[in-house]
């Protein structure tokens, strides 16, 4: 997967955790809600690499880590 579709995912993932946690904090009580809100914390999870949908969340609202300095160009780059 390229990175640009890699952030995209990540970022469509928070969108979805973030709504679906706010319905689930208005009606914990709703099974269908928290259901989908399970289904969302999974999602995040599986795009981040987390295990906690806390964890997750946090990792994808950090700006994404720049190339190291110093790496060599790959063969053929200008």
Known sequence: MRAEHATEDVDR???????WQRRFLASPDDPAVRARFEDAVAALCAVTSERCGREAAEAAERPPHPEPAGRPAPPGGD
Do not use: H, K
């Open 13 to 19: 993932q928070l969108v979805r955790y973030r709504a």
